[in-house]
């Protein structure tokens, strides 16, 4: 069973729907305590980046099912860390300061730059390691489901800097409550169709892969990568629709308070 498809893909939209959920609510958890209890969540988070390296190192020559969702499930782990790091603000970068309005655009990439940079480090390190560690090997779902993960987050990051539509800060911690004053309110950016198409392109080529698989395990990797970057491409369509997606994760955490809101045109330079 575990090897059809379409379970596959309903496992990819479970965990990328439930892991985000956890992440939030242990970060909502800590940032409604102190900058101790967001040191300690992330801390206490490091069990699990501790299994993600594990599990993605002993998978490498596991060309099973079994071995592909071990695998995926790892490096979603590293993954996993790295963000709640970030967003307890314990990885992040040197400036924790808003943006001024009216900051010329070069100065407000680098003020940008400044508040992502030691999180960014970090990923491409990471990336990198995986990637040598796992480029020949039998498995190389765990390696692919980084680089997707990766390349779709920088591309966010980008049409978030540029400017989109709609920006929703309801879930940021006070740890990062500098960021949105690094957005911008648009109708449209031109990374925003390349992003778009781009995902779209990946999903395909996945899902040609797919198609053409020859054993269990390729149809479960190509499957859990195709739904993996369909989602990726979803959450940027997010980005311009008026769809209500916090409502996928607001019943799991507590009620959100009266200062943080969505960004709107009025807010273009941020909060």
Not at 46 to 51: E, H
Request: hydrophobic share 55%.
């Amino acid at each position: 069973m575990l090897a059809n498809p379409w379970i596959a893909a309903l496992v990819a939209l479970f965990v990328w729907w439930f892991s985000t959920g956890a992440i939030l609510a242990a970060v909502k958890w800590s940032d409604r305590h102190s900058a101790r209890a967001s040191f300690a969540c992330a801390l206490g988070g490091l069990p699990m980046l501790g299994l993600g390296i594990w599990g993605y190192t002993v998978t490498l020559a596991d060309g099973s099912v079994a071995g592909v969702y071990w695998g995926f499930l790892s490096a979603l782990a590293i993954w996993g860390w790295i963000e709640l790091a970030f967003l307890t603000g314990q990885i992040t970068g040197p400036n924790r300061y808003p943006c001024p309005k009216d900051t010329p655009g070069w100065e407000r990439f680098l003020r940008a730059w400044g508040t992502i940079a030691h999180h960014e480090v970090l990923l491409v390190t990471a990336m990198v390691l995986l990637a040598v560690a796992g480029w020949d090997a039998d498995n190389i779902a765990g390696l692919w489901t980084f680089v997707v993960l990766f390349f779709a987050r920088v591309s966010a990051k980008l049409n978030l800097f540029l400017g989109v539509p709609r920006i929703n800060v309801d879930f940021l911690p006070t740890a990062l409550a500098h960021l949105p004053s690094h957005f911008r309110i648009a109708r449209m950016n031109w990374v925003f169709p390349v992003s778009v198409s781009a995902l779209t392109f990946a999903a395909g080529c996945w899902l040609e892969r797919l198609a053409t698989a020859t054993t269990p395990a390729e149809t479960v990797t190509f499957a859990l990568l195709a739904a993996l970057t369909g989602l990726a491409a979803l959450e940027h369509w997010l980005m311009v629709l008026p769809l209500p997606d916090e409502k996928l994760w607001r019943w799991m955490l507590p009620a959100p308070e009266t200062n943080k809101k969505e960004l709107r045109p009025e807010d273009a330079h941020g909060l």
